[in-house]
C-alpha cells in the first residue's frame, strides 16, 4: 500500500463537516441519523427480516419467496422461492399511473432528442423481446450488448429480461479483439450492435469492430444491427439482421418470463489482477432489490425527479443506475450519448439547463476535467433545478469535491460519494442525503444491511486512523454470485484473504468519527479516469507485440485521471528503442483492448527489477513512475543496476 500513505496524510487533514440542508432533511426518505442507525441495527440483529422486508416492498413477486438467504459460504442464494420478472418491474408495473410520464429522456451527441414515455418503451422492450425470440432466444441464453449510449441500449437489456435471457453488455470503447474474447466467453448466440455511435464529433465504428470480431466468434448464430449514425448500413455478414427489420410486426406485447429469483440476470466483465477479464454473473431477485432500494434512499428518488447519471450502459453504473434502479423506481432518466465537452466545455451544464435535471450522478474524473476547463462553463446556465450531486467510480479528492458542490451545486445540494463496485452490484458505502453529515473526500458509512469492515490480514480489525483492507463480512443480495465459467476463480479471487468474507481489493481507514475513506486498490487493479483496468491485461497485450520481450504497467497518480498508466517494456535483441516503437505499442494496446488501456507513459528498459525468485517488483517501479525515491528495501534486487538504469532513464 505504497501509494496509499501519501494519500492517508492529504485526507487526514480534511475536517470540514457539510449537515444536511435542514429543508432537503424535513422530506427525505431517511431523515436523520437516529433513523439511519435504528436501520442500522434493524438489519444486523435481524438480517433475515429486514431484507426480507425490503425485498417485499421493493419488488413485484409473482410467486413469494419463503427463504430470505441460503448462505453456505461463500455462496449466496437469496428469496429463493421467489419468482419475478424485472422489466416487468420497471415497466408494467408503472403503466397505470405512469404510462405517459418520460422514462428516458435522451439527447444524442449531434443533438437529436428524444423523450420516450414508459408506454412508449414498453411496447419497444416487448416488441423487441418478441424478435429475439423469433431469432431462437430462448430463457437462460447470453445475449451479447454492443451500443452506443441510445436509449436502445436500455431497451436492449429489458427485452432480454424480459424473456429470461442473460445479458452481457460490453462498453462501445473497446476492441473488436476485447468484444470476441468477452463474447465467446460468455458464449452469446446473439449480438445486438449498432452501425456506429457518436463520440467527440466522430463515429465510433460499432459495427466495423464485429465485423472484425465475426470470424472469431463461432457461436454467434445473429447480429442485429440498430441504425444510429446512418453510415451506408450493408449487412455484410449472413448472420446480420437488421433492428427495424427484426422489431417491424412485431407484437406489441409480451408475457414475461417469470423467472427464479436465482436466475441469471447479467454477466459483465471487469477487469481483475491477472490477464483475463472477469465474467461477473448478477441474479435477478437480489440484484434488484437491493439496486431498486439505494436508488430511491441514496438520490433520495421523489415522484417529479429528472435523474441523471452519466455513465455508460457499458460499466455497472450503467446497468444499475441508469437503467435498472431508476426504472424500477418509476423516476424519468436522463441518457446522453456522448462526449461532455461535445461540441464545448458547457455540454453537461446545457443539458441540466435544458431538462432541469434534480439529481446529478458521474465520476471524479469529469468533475476534475470541469474544474480545469473554468467555473464560466456552468455558471453560463440555469443550474437551480440541481438538488443532490453523486460522485462514484474513485475516491473523489476534496478539492473536487468542494468545487463540485460549490460551482455545480451552488452550495445548497448535498454530496453523495458512493463506494461500490461491479462485484457489489449496487451501493455499499454512502451518505444518505438527507441523514448524513459529509466530509469532503469520505465514503462516510456503510448502508444498512452492510457488514463493511476495515481488517488486517489476519481479520483483526484496524484501529480507527490505521489504513487496512476493506471486505464485506456477511452475504448481501445483490452481491455476484460466480465468476461466470470460472467458479474457483470466484472463490480464489474474493473469499481466499479471509475464508467466508469478500475481499473487495481496496484499502480504507476509518477517522476518529468512525468515517470510512477509500485509499484505492491495493491489487494489480488500476483505476484509470473512473476506469477499473488490470496491470497484466494491458502487459500481456504489449507481450503480444513481436518487438516486445517483457512488459510491467503500474499506476501513478495523475491530477486528471486519478491514476496514469506507466509501461516499463523490455524489447527482443535486435530492437531499438525510439519514440516511433513507442506510438506504436500504445497503439497496439488500444487495438488490443480498447482506447481506455492505452498507457499514457512507456518506458524502455534493458531490464526489470525483480527478486531473486524471479517476481517483477511492482512497488518499486511504481515509486520510479512516479518519480519518488524509493524507500523500499532494495537488497534483495537481482541486480542494482536495474534500478539504476531505470532512473537514468527518467525524461
Ligand atoms: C472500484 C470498482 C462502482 C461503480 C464504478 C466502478 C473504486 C468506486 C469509489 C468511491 C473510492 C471507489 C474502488 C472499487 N471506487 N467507487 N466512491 N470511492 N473508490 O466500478 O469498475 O467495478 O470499480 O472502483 O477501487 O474497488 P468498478
Request: with cysteine; hydrophobic share 40%.
Amino acid at each position: 500500500m505504497a501509494e496509499t500513505q501519501h494519500e492517508i496524510k492529504s485526507v487526514l487533514t480534511e475536517n470540514r463537516v457539510f449537515p444536511p440542508p435542514e429543508a432537503f432533511s424535513k422530506q427525505a426518505h431517511i431523515r436523520s441519523m437516529e433513523d439511519y442507525r435504528r436501520l442500522w441495527d434493524e438489519a444486523a440483529s435481524n438480517p433475515e427480516k429486514y431484507w426480507g422486508d425490503r425485498a417485499r416492498e421493493e419488488l413485484y413477486w409473482k410467486e413469494p419467496f419463503q427463504t430470505v438467504l441460503d448462505w453456505k459460504p461463500p455462496h449466496a442464494r437469496w428469496f429463493v422461492e421467489g419468482r419475478t420478472n424485472l422489466a416487468y418491474n420497471c415497466l408494467d408495473r408503472h403503466l397505470a399511473k405512469r404510462r405517459d410520464k418520460p422514462a428516458i429522456l435522451f439527447e444524442g451527441e449531434p443533438g437529436d432528442r428524444r423523450r420516450i414515455t414508459y408506454g412508449e418503451l414498453a411496447v419497444e422492450v416487448n416488441r423487441l423481446a418478441n424478435g429475439l425470440k423469433s431469432l431462437g432466444v430462448r430463457k437462460g441464453d447470453r445475449v451479447g450488448i454492443y451500443l452506443p449510449m441510445v436509449p436502445e441500449a436500455a431497451v436492449a437489456m429489458l427485452a432480454c429480461a424480459r424473456i429470461g435471457a442473460v445479458h452481457s453488455v460490453v462498453f462501445g470503447g473497446f476492441s473488436a479483439e476485447a468484444l470476441h474474447e468477452r463474447m465467446n466467453d460468455a458464449g452469446a448466440k446473439v449480438l445486438l450492435t449498432a452501425d456506429g455511435g457518436w463520440r467527440k464529433g466522430s463515429v465510433v465504428p460499432l459495427q466495423k469492430n464485429v465485423e472484425a470480431a465475426l470470424p472469431h466468434m463461432k457461436a454467434m448464430e445473429k447480429v442485429v444491427v440498430l441504425r444510429r449514425t446512418g453510415e451506408s448500413l450493408s449487412l455484410s455478414d449472413s448472420r446480420m439482421v437488421a433492428w427495424d427489420a427484426l422489431v417491424k410486426g412485431q407484437s406489441d406485447t409480451c408475457e414475461p418470463e417469470w423467472v427464479e429469483s436465482e436466475h441469471p440476470l447479467f454477466i459483465l466483465y471487469t477487469s481483475g489482477s491477472t490477464g483475463k477479464p472477469k465474467g461477473v454473473l448478477h441474479t435477478t431477485g437480489g440484484y434488484a432489490v437491493n439496486t431498486s432500494l439505494t436508488t430511491r434512499w441514496v438520490f433520495d428518488l421523489r415522484e417529479d425527479d429528472v435523474y441523471w447519471c452519466t455513465a455508460d450502459v457499458g460499466w455497472v453504473t450503467g446497468h444499475s443506475y441508469v437503467v435498472y434502479g431508476p426504472l424500477m423506481n418509476g423516476v424519468t432518466t436522463v441518457l446522453y450519448e456522448g462526449a461532455p465537452t461535445q461540441p464545448g466545455p458547457d455540454r453537461f451544464w446545457e443539458i441540466i439547463a435544458r431538462y432541469k435535471a434534480t439529481i446529478l450522478y458521474t465520476a471524479p474524473t469529469a468533475i476534475r476535467a470541469f474544474m480545469r476547463l473554468g467555473d464560466e462553463h456552468p455558471r453560463k446556465h440555469d443550474m437551480s433545478s440541481l438538488r443532490l450531486l453523486g460522485s462514484v467510480g474513485e475516491p473523489i479528492n476534496p478539492e473536487a469535491w468542494m468545487w463540485y458542490r460549490d460551482v455545480i451545486g451552488g452550495g445548497r445540494c448535498p454530496v453523495v460519494d458512493t463506494w461500490w463496485q461491479t462485484e457489489t452490484g449496487a451501493i455499499m458505502i454512502s451518505p444518505l442525503p438527507g441523514a448524513t453529515p459529509t466530509k469532503p473526500g469520505s465514503a462516510t458509512f456503510p448502508l444498512p444491511g452492510i457488514h463493511a469492515e476495515i481488517l488486517d490480514r489476519q481479520g483483526n480489525p484496524v484501529p480507527r486512523g490505521q489504513g487496512g483492507l476493506l471486505f464485506v463480512t456477511r452475504p448481501w443480495p445483490s452481491m455476484l454470485r460466480t465468476v461466470y465459467g470460472d467458479p474457483d476463480r470466484y472463490v480464489r479471487t474474493y473469499f481466499n484473504e479471509l475464508p467466508g468474507m469478500y475481499f473487495t481489493g481496496d484499502g480504507a481507514r476509518t477517522d476518529a468519527d468512525g468515517y470510512v475513506w477509500l485509499m484505492g486498490r491495493v491489487d494489480d487493479v488500476v483505476n484509470v479516469a473512473g476506469h477499473r483496468l488490470g496491470t497484466a491485461e494491458v502487459e500481456s497485450a504489449l507481450v503480444a507485440h513481436a518487438r516486445v520481450s517483457e512488459a510491467a504497467v503500474v499506476g501513478r497518480p495523475d491530477e486528471l485521471k486519478g491514476t496514469a498508466l506507466v509501461a516499463f517494456v523490455t524489447l527482443k535483441q535486435g530492437n531499438a528503442p525510439s519514440s516511433e516503437l513507442k506510438k506504436e505499442l500504445a497503439t497496439h494496446v488500444a487495438k488490443e483492448i480498447g482506447a481506455i488501456a492505452r498507457p499514457d507513459e512507456i518506458r524502455f528498459a534493458e531490464a526489470l527489477p525483480k527478486t531473486r525468485s524471479g517476481k517483477i517488483m511492482r512497488r518499486l517501479l511504481r515509486d520510479v513512475a512516479a518519480g519518488k525515491q524509493s524507500s523500499q528495501d532494495t537488497t534483495t534486487l537481482e541486480d542494482l543496476n536495474v534500478l539504476a538504469a531505470l532512473r537514468q532513464n527518467d525524461e
